[in-house]
């Protein structure tokens, strides 16, 4: 007979072989299980027996990674359920979890002390815990995410069980991560699958209504067509998105997408930056600096907000759609450039023109190719579409398992007018996400102000109907109130009046306008 060597993880055992045995049984008894509770209590058994502890038990961090929660306990021989199990994102009470949690470190404590070790959080026991060992829990992408404790109160050497215990547990949040994912395929709201809703639809954007598929073939038109392309639509429909959707999808592809936005500098600012300057143009202009129009050349100059160009800026840029000049400041010469431009704009442009604060020119210079993106609430069903698609791209930024949507999210979400547009629903689903410590999004992670409580009476629903409309309004108009009333066609005073009755203050009129990084 062959005698089997006892592999390093077991050296220091004393009956390697039969531990070995036992360890084996349990792995196969733990991977026979499909139900979350039977693998976190079967963890905590298995951990308590192999060692011969008298405690053993689980704590996980919940999906946001800022509560850990005491998934399981076996104590003195019996599953135990403790009440307020869940431990604050610190754990600055619980040292030693902290330790091993935040270290990723084994614990192995031969010799506890109470006035050493803070260790309040064991359950009394009949004598004084002696010895204690605390195991950090990876997942598959090694981030830890739960420790497993076990403590006696005898003296035993536990370090020796730290890496067979610990392959152990990583195991079971192996298993537990996958019921997960299995559950989540299976959920009713997923059928359709979570992947098909937030597959981008065309040129990377999502969508699939009728006004999207019209958007698309209107920008297929425009791909390998030099022509300038004006972008309109209210603010966060996606006119930047569909700009570079245009730049990398077209011929120029290969070439600078340069980006910039014409209210956020003032003139003087806007206009060295556009075309560039020479050395001593002004005071201050130590070297000659390269514009963005030269940057741009042989690729696309994205002008963002261009109805707030200031109108001696508009002659200029006129100037280079017409014959491709640029002449820089302080420069006596032109030079050429190739350069496409893409503009947009969420103003009316027309009417701009027809006040004088945009050359008419100009904006037919422009609109040679307007599109028009279309609000978000006329595009049904993709609110839930881009909704999916937002929730999983923030649980895969935040590494966490996608979230189910319930249904009342979902109608709550399809009841909402969104002002603000996809960038709204963006922000709205990205908070969810955060709130959401379990791993399914309820209407408690939205505050949606607009959506409809199925709960209100007839009155209180037209109120809460009117309520909206009437920010949505103010919103549009920028808070204007005298803009918001001819727009609603009320006299001033009634708007006012109807704000106060309805409880609207200047804090419901603002929303976050510009939540992307540019
Ligand atoms: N169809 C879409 N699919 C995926 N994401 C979208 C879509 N439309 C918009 N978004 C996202 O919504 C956000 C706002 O889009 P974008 O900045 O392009 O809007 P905008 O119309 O240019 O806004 P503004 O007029 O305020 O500049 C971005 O994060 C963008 O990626």
């Known amino acids: 007979m062959t005698s089997l060597e006892s592999p390093p993880m077991f050296s220091q055992l004393a009956q390697p072989l039969r531990y070995a045995?036992?360890?084996?049984?349990?792995?196969?008894?733990?991977?026979?299980?499909?139900?979350?509770?039977s693998l976190r209590q079967g963890l905590v058994e298995a951990a308590s027996l192999l060692t011969g502890c008298e405690l053993s038990q689980l704590y996980l961090l919940d999906d946001t990674h800022t509560r850990l929660t005491m998934a399981a306990e076996w104590h003195q021989?019996?599953?135990?359920?403790r009440e307020n199990a869940s431990l604050p994102s610190d754990y600055h009470r619980e040292q030693l979890l902290q330790y091993c949690l935040c270290q990723n470190q084994i614990l192995a404590i031969d010799a506890l002390d109470s006035n050493l070790h803070d260790i309040a959080f064991l359950p009394d026991s009949r004598r004084p815990w002696?010895?204690?060992?605390?195991?950090?829990?990876?997942s598959e992408a090694q981030h830890v995410v739960g420790v497993l404790l076990a403590a006696s109160m005898q003296p035993l050497p536990l370090s020796s069980f730290s890496d067979s215990l610990r392959l152990l547990?990583?195991?079971?949040?192996?298993?537990?991560?996958?019921?997960?994912?299995?559950?989540?395929?299976?959920?009713?709201?997923?059928?359709?699958?979570l992947q098909d809703k937030a597959c981008p639809s065309g040129y990377g954007l999502i969508g699939e209504s009728d006004v999207m598929r019209s958007l698309y073939q209107l920008i297929s038109k425009v791909l390998h067509n030099p022509v300038n392309v004006l972008l309109t639509g209210e603010t966060g429909t996606g006119k930047e998105l569909v700009a570079r959707a245009i730049h990398d999808y077209g011929f120029r592809r290969t070439r600078p997408f340069i980006v910039q936005n014409c209210a956020s500098l003032p003139e003087n600012l806007l206009e060295s930056e556009?075309?560039?300057?020479?050395?001593?143009?002004f005071s201050g202009a130590d070297r000659d600096h390269t514009g963005l129009l030269d940057a741009a050349d042989t690729g696309t100059l994205f002008l963002d907000e261009v109805g707030d160009m200031p109108l001696a800026l508009q002659a200029k840029l006129l100037r280079v759609l017409q014959e491709g000049?640029?002449?820089?400041?302080?420069?006596?010469?032109?030079?050429?450039?190739?350069?496409?431009?893409?503009?947009?704009?969420?103003?009316?442009?027309?009417?701009?023109?027809?006040?004088?604060?945009f050359r008419e020119d100009l904006f037919y210079r422009l609109s040679h190719f307007p599109i028009e993106l279309p609000p978000l609430q006329e595009r049904g069903p993709d609110i839930l579409r881009l909704a999916h698609?937002?929730?999983?791209?923030?649980?895969?930024f935040l590494q966490r398992?996608?979230?189910?949507?319930?249904?009342?999210?979902?109608?709550?979400?399809?009841?909402?007018t969104f002002p603000g547009n996809v960038r709204e629903l963006k922000g709205l689903v990205e908070r969810a996400i955060l709130l959401c410590d379990g791993n399914e999004l309820l209407p408690e992670h939205f505050s949606l102000h607009g959506a409809v409580d199925t709960n209100l009476n007839l009155r209180e629903r037209l109120e809460q109907v009117e309520r909206n409309l009437l920010i949505e309004s103010l919103r549009r108009n920028h808070g204007n109130q005298t803009n918001a009333a001819t727009e609603l066609g009320l006299p001033r005073r009634t708007l006012l009046y109807r704000m106060q009755r309805l409880n609207i203050f200047p804090a419901d009129i603002r929303f976050q306008e510009k939540a992307d990084v540019r």
């Open 130 to 138: 002696r010895t204690l060992l605390c195991l950090p829990l990876l």
């Open 169 to 193: 547990g990583n195991f079971v949040v192996a298993q537990l991560d996958l019921l997960q994912r299995v559950s989540t395929c299976q959920s009713p709201v997923s059928e359709d699958s």
């Open 77 to 81: 021989g019996s599953w135990q359920i």
């Open 401 to 416: 398992q996608p979230c189910r949507w319930s249904q009342e999210a979902e109608s709550q979400l399809l009841g909402y």
């Open 274 to 281: 556009m075309f560039g300057y020479r050395k001593g143009a």
């Open 389 to 396: 698609h937002f929730s999983a791209q923030a649980c895969s």
């Open 21 to 37: 045995e036992a360890l084996l049984e349990r792995f196969s008894r733990l991977a026979g299980l499909t139900e979350g509770h």
């Open 325 to 357: 000049e640029v002449r820089p400041l302080g420069s006596t010469e032109t030079h050429r450039v190739d350069v496409r431009v893409i503009a947009a704009t969420h103003r009316d442009l027309k009417s701009l023109v027809e006040a004088g604060s």
